[in-house]
């Protein structure tokens, strides 16, 4: 590539592929869908782990949680874990963040050098799951009431945010063509939605008729269900909800709407893009953190390593690489060697040698690739590490205490067929269970889990004493810099601040 490229990276939050048109789904993107039509989409992306925190750290670092140590929506963030930000920093890049990272602990920046707006979940320790007392429910986890509660809104903490980060970003955006800054820009706007409480005003709400909206297609089987099942349905509060087929369609409706809104703020970045006349020099990838069950199996939220809950959208558009579809499984480790290869003029840096990501470049031209998915969950609902392969058409997914799970996507894409304990699969699910166990050290990734809770929950308790002294990230910002001030040459100001230069309108 002989010029730098822009980076926009705009990040969903809790979007399942499945709702989305290009897979077949009923959701209204337009903005989406036409960013599609020009480039790369993955059928088979995956997240690393199916939860917030930890899935955008293996996102930010290319690393599965074992190794960063990210293990939950409480967890540390290490400051000396590089991600995608310190590489394309070092490059030459302006990098910038504007939304939700779920970032834990004190740094709230990693790597990029301007955080825009404060996050909307935590940054402390306080959400620790405790595996040492699998049967006790806090009360921060996930219940029912996002479901029975559904329906529209005029306005919530969701949309007061990501109005915000929206706003932002498109700023940055024109501040970056009207700025002397001569470095491209990496832009990560991270928006909120659709992610429960399903809750949507008017406006999106309307966008979708009652017939329009589809009940899940698989029914919940109390009677098979997996003991990771069993768990998550007394962490969710399940038991104590009653939901009516009416709740159930008017969760989802509120979703589609909740994607739509999301479109239409991607439609806003992408159109700044084109005012700006940077669109020809940016590369845009659209993701998600993870899925969304949606009321199939029974089931909502994530947490598991179903389909609904750990596949991923992603599109990329970039200059150079023709529309096409990718049938390889992918996943969003593979995001950070992807974008230094893009970012970098000549040869990129080597990666550090414990990533777990490789490049999807050669996806994107269409020479090849690979197939294969890593997950780990380690978070609230299990009682030891679940882990994940993901290769060709098949899925394996292992636990200790629990039974293997072994499907054949290809012919069961609703799994529901689970091919472990089938005498004609025993070779298999042997070579995955020896696979396993190389890639793995269970036990003592276990005994790290535990530790790393028990510290953590005694952290947060010393610090709910006495004053509170937050990490949450505080927007910094200089207003004497801002608008119009005596200090400032007024001509030179107003000029530099019109974008583009005033011309006068035809008569």
Known sequence: MTRRLNILLVMADQLTPSALAIHGGPAKAPHLE??????????????????????????????????TGAYDNA????????????????????????GKMHFCGADQLHGFEQRLTTDIYPADFGWTPDWDHPHARPSWYHNMSSVTEAGLCLRSNQIDFDEEVAFAAERV??????????????????????????????RWWKLYREDEIPLPRVPLRRAALHPHEKRLWNVCDMEDATLSQDDVRRARHAYYGAISYFDDHLGRLLRALEATGLAQDTVVLVTSDHGEMLGERGFWYKMN???????VPLIVRAPGFAPHRVASAVSLVDILPTLVELGHEGAPPAPAPDIDGRSLVSHLDGSGGHD?????????????PIVMIRRGRYKFVFSPPDPDQLFDLATDPDELSNLSEMPEHQKMRAGFRDEVARRWDLPALDRAVRESQSRRRLVASALAVGKLSSWDYQPPR???????????EL?????????????????
């Open 305 to 311: 390593f179903f389909e609904g809950a750990c596949r």
């Open 491 to 507: 001509d030179l100001l107003e000029a530099r601040a019109r974008f583009p230069a005033v011309r006068r309108a035809p008569e």
């Open 75 to 98: 967890a540390e963030f290490r400051s000396d874990i590089p991600t995608f930000a310190h590489y394309l920093r070092l490059a030459g890049y302006r990098t910038a963040l504007a």
């Open 173 to 202: 955006i024109y501040d970056h063509v009207r700025g002397t800054d001569g470095r491209p820009l990496c832009l990560v706007v991270s928006l909120t939605h659709p992610h429960d409480p399903f809750a949507i005003p008017e």
């Open 478 to 488: 200089d207003a004497s810099h801002e608008y119009i001030r005596s200090h400032l």
């Open 372 to 384: 294969e998915v890593l997950g780990e969950y380690l978070a609230e609902g299990a009682i030891a």
């Open 34 to 67: 036409a960013l599609a039509t020009r480039g790369v989409i993955f059928d088979a992306a995956y997240c690393n782990s199916p939860l917030c925190s930890p899935s955008r750290v293996s996102f930010m670092s290319g690393r599965l949680p074992s190794r």
